[in-house]
């Protein structure tokens, strides 16, 4: 059996190597390094795959966040309502921007924005709200699009976990996720579903105004070259990374369906031990397993991530703190009885290797390990 990972990177990167290859190669004989022909290309196939007006392409995912916040003129003050239970990029941006960071606790099944929280988080400074599409599915994006028309509020989706899954309107309509609120962000790190060999990050929108605002934005505010008209940040795709992608993306759909297959392996070697909850997906929206993420519900969960890597088997904990609780974004307002879901979560969650690469001896292999040791 060849050795678990993670992620493995180098055994997909191997079934598209001469793609990949001869694509960066042409960047290096182009030397078009920044803003070359490959960012738009890339551009516009993400924009066809995703059905959206406008694909921004930037540095990392978040930027991408940090770049959507700015766009749409957040200011120092304003209200933006985020989860507890997620990585803290996207808390990091709004504090960064000195906008108010707002976190609030998550579904205890989805590990989504639990939509009661969000409703009770919301003032009368209230902006914005991100949700963030954990682990690989989408948020109740009606329900939070209902809550934002009511209170007059921008969603901004972070899909850094979740890009190519679909999410399902109840009168039948079919969104891709990151191009259902006013603005959507991805990032394109390596272990990301649709990864690059370095950062990356992208910004869609459906907004004309908002598109043509955020164009000058990751690029230093220009909107012709030298003239700077607002305060910018530089944060561009490079075009390696764009070759890289371009080359990748027909193959997402393909990688989903085989994270998909996995995790299906996984539920059904799972969902029968009463000491372990497998993940449940929301009827609204596919799931495109950006993580496996199983609740240990006896105790044993540390016990078991120590023992798994002692085993060879590779697992993480995503995540091993709340928000809400890490030095730099703990805060007086904060009351613990307002995190029961993420709080308990902490606890319990564990991540076993996803990825596209993974074989049947392998699955087979983790399955037995966990079962044997969960009891
Ligand atoms: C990875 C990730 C980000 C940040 O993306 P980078 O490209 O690493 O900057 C933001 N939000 C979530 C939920 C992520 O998982």
């Given at each position: 059996m060849?050795?678990i990972q993670?992620?493995?990177?180098?055994?997909?990167?191997?079934?598209?190597?001469s793609?990949?290859?001869?694509?960066?190669?042409?960047?290096l004989n182009?030397?078009?390094?920044?803003?070359g022909p490959?960012?738009?290309?890339?551009?516009?196939?993400?924009?066809?795959?995703l059905?959206?007006k406008?694909?921004?392409?930037?540095?990392?995912?978040?930027?991408?966040?940090?770049?959507a916040?700015?766009?749409?003129?957040?200011?120092?003050?304003?209200?933006?309502?985020?989860v507890?239970?997620?990585?803290?990029?996207?808390?990091e941006?709004?504090a960064l921007?000195?906008?108010?960071p707002?976190l609030?606790?998550?579904?205890p099944?989805?590990?989504?924005?639990?939509?009661?929280a969000?409703?009770?988080?919301?003032t009368?400074?209230?902006?914005a709200?991100v949700?963030?599409h954990?682990?690989g599915?989408?948020?109740n994006m009606?329900?939070i699009?209902?809550?934002?028309?009511?209170?007059?509020?921008?969603?901004?989706?972070?899909?850094a976990?979740?890009?190519?899954?679909?999410?399902?309107?109840?009168d039948?309509?079919k969104?891709?996720?990151?191009t259902?609120?006013?603005v959507?962000?991805?990032?394109?790190?390596?272990?990301?579903n649709?990864?690059?060999y370095?950062?990356?990050g992208?910004?869609?929108t459906?907004?004309?105004?908002?598109?043509?605002i955020?164009?000058?934005?990751?690029?230093?505010?220009?909107?012709?070259?030298?003239?700077?008209d607002?305060?910018?940040?530089?944060?561009?795709?490079?075009?390696?990374?764009?070759?890289?992608l371009?080359?990748?993306?027909?193959n997402?759909d393909?990688?989903?369906?085989?994270?998909?297959?996995?995790?299906?392996?996984?539920?059904n070697?799972?969902?029968?031990n009463?000491?372990?909850?497998?993940p449940?997906?929301?009827?609204?929206t596919?799931?495109?397993?950006h993580q496996?993420t199983?609740?240990?519900t006896?105790?044993?969960?540390?016990?078991?991530h120590?023992?798994?890597?002692d085993?060879g088997?590779?697992n993480a904990?995503?995540?091993?703190?709340?928000?809400?609780?890490?030095?730099a974004?703990q805060?007086?307002?904060y009351?613990?009885?307002d995190f029961?879901?993420t709080?308990?979560l902490?606890?319990?969650?564990i991540?076993?290797?996803?990825?596209?690469e993974l074989?049947?001896?392998?699955l087979?292999?983790?399955?037995q390990?966990?079962?044997d040791?969960?009891?």
């Amino acid at each position: 059996m060849k050795k678990i990972q993670m992620v493995d990177l180098k055994g997909q990167y191997e079934k598209i190597k001469s793609t990949v290859d001869q694509s960066i190669e042409e960047v290096l004989n182009s030397s078009a390094f920044i803003n070359g022909p490959y960012v738009k290309e890339f551009q516009a196939d993400l924009e066809k795959y995703l059905d959206v007006k406008h694909v921004i392409p930037c540095a990392n995912g978040t930027d991408a966040l940090q770049i959507a916040m700015m766009g749409l003129g957040l200011e120092q003050g304003d209200e933006v309502i985020t989860v507890d239970f997620t990585f803290a990029a996207t808390v990091e941006v709004i504090a960064l921007l000195k906008l108010t960071p707002v976190l609030v606790d998550v579904e205890p099944d989805t590990f989504n924005i639990d939509i009661d929280a969000l409703k009770k988080a919301i003032t009368p400074k209230t902006k914005a709200i991100v949700p963030v599409h954990l682990f690989g599915q989408c948020a109740n994006m009606e329900a939070i699009l209902e809550v934002a028309k009511e209170h007059n509020l921008y969603v901004i989706e972070d899909t850094a976990q979740a890009i190519g899954a679909d999410y399902t309107f109840s009168d039948g309509t079919k969104k891709k996720a990151g191009t259902i609120g006013n603005v959507g962000t991805t990032s394109f790190f390596p272990s990301k579903n649709l990864g690059c060999y370095g950062d990356g990050g992208a910004i869609f929108t459906n907004d004309d105004e908002l598109a043509h605002i955020i164009r000058g934005m990751v690029n230093h505010g220009m909107y012709k070259r030298y003239y700077h008209d607002v305060i910018g940040v530089n944060s561009r795709l490079d075009s390696i990374q764009a070759a890289v992608l371009k080359a990748k993306l027909p193959n997402l759909d393909a990688y989903c369906d085989a994270r998909r297959n996995a995790a299906a392996y996984y539920t059904n070697a799972f969902s029968s031990n009463p000491n372990i909850i497998t993940p449940i997906i929301s009827d609204f929206t596919t799931h495109v397993f950006h993580q496996y993420t199983l609740q240990i519900t006896n105790g044993k969960r540390d016990a078991l991530h120590k023992y798994l890597l002692d085993q060879g088997i590779p697992n993480a904990i995503y995540y091993p703190v709340q928000l809400h609780k890490q030095k730099a974004y703990q805060d007086d307002r904060y009351n613990e009885e307002d995190f029961k879901v993420t709080n308990s979560l902490i606890e319990t969650v564990i991540s076993l290797p996803m990825h596209t690469e993974l074989t049947e001896d392998q699955l087979q292999f983790i399955t037995q390990t966990v079962l044997d040791f969960v009891g």
